[in-house]
């Protein structure tokens, strides 16, 4: 096989970025400890409902100003007790996981937008400022009845 010349330049230039691009992102990644969404906190996808605090999934009061909503994700819904309801003005942490395959649970509104994946578990908090019913929708193209997959939350004064 025969190169031309500038065939040589242009490919050892191409290779060169690429090997100094991935070493960037790659030492960055390292040095500045990136995970996943909610850290590395993994999970057994299989037995995700019998696994704390997803055997127990709804909302729960930890201290005066803080609350865990718990939702377990999966085709072609979210799973989070029986209503979710959370009041305003204190801390909501979200503890998820899914089932399955990946989802998101992202908050009309709000900048609540996390993927759900299963074998890990995505922790966001937020504050909710307003009273009223937020629709949670699944932003993750995750099968046939993916565009049917949402719910409700309501956030009481
Ligand atoms: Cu779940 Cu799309």
Not at 31 to 43: L, S, V
Request: charged content about 20%.
């Amino acid at each position: 096989m025969h190169l031309h010349k500038y065939e040589k330049i242009w490919l050892t230039f191409g290779i060169v970025c690429l090997v100094a691009f991935l070493s960037i992102v790659g030492v960055n990644a390292f040095a500045q400890d990136h995970t996943p969404a909610g850290g590395m906190h993994t999970i057994d996808p299989e037995k995700v409902r019998e696994t704390a605090p997803f055997n127990e999934p709804g909302v729960k009061q930890l201290d005066d100003d803080t609350y865990q909503a718990t939702i377990i994700a999966s085709a072609f819904a979210y799973d989070g007790g029986q209503t979710l309801q959370v009041p305003a003005g204190k801390e909501i942490i979200f503890k998820l996981t899914s089932t399955d395959v990946v989802h998101s649970f992202t908050i009309d509104n709000t900048n609540v937008n996390m993927m759900v994946v299963p074998g890990q578990v995505t922790t966001k908090s937020y504050t909710f400022k307003e009273p009223g019913k937020y629709l949670i929708i699944c932003n993750e193209y995750c099968g046939t009845g993916h565009h049917y997959m949402y719910t409700e939350i309501e956030v009481t004064e």
